[in-house]
């Protein structure tokens, strides 16, 4: 099998190029500019379409920068999945986002998301995300799978994002607040374990896929301390004081908010879930 994966500077594309090994064989191709329009793709089974514009503050963009997320993210992505389709490429996979059902609750009150939850995007980049889909949904044939994966937070070595910030801070802070939420999280192998199965079966739809344990923001905080060999004490109390604080800053409802993926809407029966948390979290400590 032939992977075509678009964007070289992915970190999803490159953790699964890196995963692969030599199972299956890999090209990456960047979409910067009109060259890539110019080579033909039909040597390729598969397309791994993880190029696009990542989350930002939203609240520091211009609308000219606006406009861009939408020209990568919908326009682009629907570019990309019209040459595979005419070059016979046999499945698209579309690296879509848990930011198209908006974003995360706030402390207290839950957010489980199960297939039938209808995407509500919060800001331009949920909403650019979900364009992104439905421009490339109305391509599929008997002959040309689309796949969607909306991924919640993906975490691993070299990630980015809020994980390295919760790592680095488990590992010298002594104290952390004990919150009560719910966050469904994916390990970078097992997601790139589901997308090996995804092309091995040939697979269409929307998936989300996750991990099979759901955890909270501070528990994880007081696992990668253990797993760093640190420890770290979660000091309750301070529930109402982080209700209060995000009404100020979003920034804490993205740390502390809640964003459940429910367990029966991640089709784990296919068995991509080759790490447990703890495992995963041993793995990312000691390397």
């Known amino acids: ?53 990542a989350h930002s503050d939203v609240s520091h963009v211009t609308a000219e920068e606006q406009n861009r997320y939408y020209e990568v993210n919908r326009d682009l992505t629907r570019r990309a999945a019209e040459k595979a389709k005419e070059d016979g490429v046999k499945q698209f996979i579309y690296l879509s986002s848990a930011i198209v059902y908006g974003e995360s609750s706030p402390i207290g009150q839950p957010k489980i998301i199960t297939k039938q939850t209808e995407p509500t995007p919060a800001n331009f ?21 689309i796949l969607i994966i909306r991924t919640p937070m993906v975490y691993g ?25 719910q966050r469904s999280m994916i390990y970078i192998e097992n997601l790139c374990e589901f997308i090996k199965i995804a092309a091995e079966k040939n697979l269409n739809g929307i998936y ?32 109402f004081v982080f209700k209060m604080l995000a009404h100020i800053t979003g ?37």
């Not at 009109?34 to 993880?50: I, R, T």
């Not at 994002?161 to 952390?176: E, H, M």
Request: with cysteine; net charge neutral; charged share 25%.
């Open 125 to 145: 980049y949920g909403d650019s995300k979900l364009q992104g889909e439905n421009a490339i949904l109305p391509l599929q044939t008997d002959d040309f799978q």
């Open 1 to 53: 099998m032939k992977i075509l994966i678009t964007g070289k500077n992915s970190y999803i594309g490159n953790a699964f190029a890196e995963y692969m090994g030599s199972s299956f064989e890999i090209e990456k191709c960047s979409l910067r500019g009109s060259d890539w329009q110019n080579h033909s793709w039909a040597e390729f089974d598969v397309v791994l379409h993880v190029a696009g514009i």
């Open 251 to 287: 920034y804490i409802n993205k740390i502390f908010g809640n964003l459940e993926y429910e367990q029966e809407a991640s089709d784990q029966e296919l068995g991509y879930c080759k790490y447990s948390l703890r495992e995963s979290i041993k793995r990312i400590c000691n390397e």
């Open 208 to 239: 989300l896929p996750q991990n099979k344990e759901i955890i909270s923001t501070s528990e994880l905080v007081k696992l990668l301390a253990e797993e760093s060999g640190k420890k770290v004490i979660l000091v309750p109390g301070f529930q």
């Open 157 to 181: 070595k070299n990630a980015k994002g809020n994980f390295p910030k919760l790592l680095k801070l488990a590992r010298v802070s002594p104290l952390f607040p004990k919150i009560r939420n």
